[in-house]
């Protein structure tokens, strides 16, 4: 007899997942922080590596919620996050940063990778600390507040 195989799970079984696992809300919204952070960087191709990396040192955090939070820089999501991130970090670092557009890029060369670079990897530790701020409360209380709405089904109300 065959063993049929497996299938792979969906984001919305990850995520029911994630909320029924009996980590703390704080681990969960950890978790999420982190990976949020991770995939706001843009080292782009080592967002996954860098979330295993992550998930062996961090010992009291949500494995799970790291890697579903990395998937903020899904490529439909891409070109806006880069954008936010050369923005903020041309913003804080002055105006020798010439704003983005087909100007810009068309006499590109590869010196120029650098000094956008630069920019783009301020900018995006600046964005990426702030959503990892803004996704931590937002995880918790969602975790904390179905945990309490199951909790009270589960009682009957008492």
Same mark, same amino acid.
């Given at each position: 007899?065959?063993? $049929?195989?497996?299938?792979?799970?969906?984001?919305?079984?990850?995520?029911?997942?994630?909320?029924?696992?009996?980590?703390?809300?704080?681990?969960?919204?950890? /978790?999420?922080?982190? /990976?949020?952070?991770?995939?706001?960087t843009?080292?782009? /191709?080592?967002?996954?590596?860098?979330?295993?990396?992550?998930?062996?040192?961090?010992?009291?955090?949500?494995?799970?919620?790291?890697?579903?939070?990395?998937?903020?820089?899904?490529?439909p999501?891409?070109?806006?996050?880069?954008?936010?991130?050369?923005?903020?970090?041309?913003?804080?670092?002055?105006?020798?940063?010439?704003?983005?557009?087909?100007?810009?890029?068309?006499?590109?060369?590869?010196?120029?990778?650098?000094?956008?670079?630069?920019?783009?990897?301020?900018?995006?530790?600046?964005?990426?600390?702030?959503?990892?701020?803004?996704?931590?409360?937002?995880?918790?209380?969602?975790?904390?507040?179905?945990?309490?709405?199951?909790?009270? $089904?589960k009682? /009957?109300?008492?």
């Amino acid at each position: 007899m065959e063993n $049929a195989p497996q299938k792979r799970p969906t984001l919305k079984a990850r995520f029911l997942n994630l909320w029924k696992s009996h980590s703390s809300p704080h681990e969960i919204a950890l /978790g999420m922080a982190i /990976g949020v952070f991770i995939g706001i960087t843009p080292f782009y /191709g080592f967002h996954f590596i860098t979330a295993i990396i992550m998930a062996f040192i961090m010992k009291r955090v949500n494995k799970l919620a790291i890697f579903l939070g990395i998937n903020i820089s899904l490529p439909p999501t891409i070109p806006f996050i880069t954008w936010a991130g050369y923005r903020i970090g041309r913003q804080m670092l002055g105006r020798a940063y010439p704003p983005l557009g087909w100007d810009y890029f068309k006499d590109f060369s590869y010196g120029d990778i650098s000094h956008f670079f630069y920019a783009l990897m301020v900018g995006s530790l600046v964005l990426g600390a702030v959503l990892s701020v803004l996704i931590y409360f937002l995880t918790f209380w969602f975790v904390k507040s179905r945990r309490a709405r199951v909790t009270f $089904a589960k009682t /009957g109300g008492l």
